[in-house]
């Protein structure tokens, strides 16, 4: 088993950054991949970036790449994700979520066997 817990969201400005952690305890052996994602009221849940742990490659979906980057610190089992200007439709609860496979689909829920609880991110115009 794995635990998350996500961290560092709250009230921004258009244009302005937040960095999000997930913080992972239990077994973090199972946790080879950890991505980041997002919901909207009434959304279903956007996939944002991912990385894995072991070799520390990235992966990033279109809507963000070059705004957000997903990096970790394997010492503390943290994984972050670093959002640069940021806008109004950024509004979402973001949850982190870690997959115990050796090869996934990083961009589908259904790759991820542990989900944190979620931290709300709110960017106003």
């Known amino acids: 088993q794995v635990q998350l817990v996500e961290s560092g969201g709250g009230s921004v400005q258009a244009g302005g950054s937040l960095r999000l952690s997930c913080a992972a305890s239990?077994?973090?052996?199972?946790?080879?991949?950890v991505g980041w994602f997002r919901q909207s009221p009434g959304k279903g849940r956007e996939v944002l970036a991912a990385?894995?742990?072991?070799?520390?490659?990235?992966y990033y979906a279109a809507a963000v790449k070059g705004r957000f980057a997903i990096s970790q610190d394997n010492a503390k089992n943290t994984v972050y994700l670093q959002m640069n200007s940021l806008k109004p439709e950024d509004t979402a609860m973001y949850y982190c979520?870690?997959?115990?496979?050796?090869?996934?689909?990083?961009?589908?829920?259904?790759?991820?066997?542990?989900w944190g609880q979620g931290t709300q991110v709110t960017v106003s115009s």
């Open positions: 979520a870690a997959s115990a496979a050796r090869v996934i689909i990083w961009s589908t829920t259904q790759a991820y066997n542990y």
């Open positions: 239990g077994d973090t052996a199972s946790r080879r991949y």
């Open positions: 990385i894995s742990t072991g070799s520390g490659i990235t």
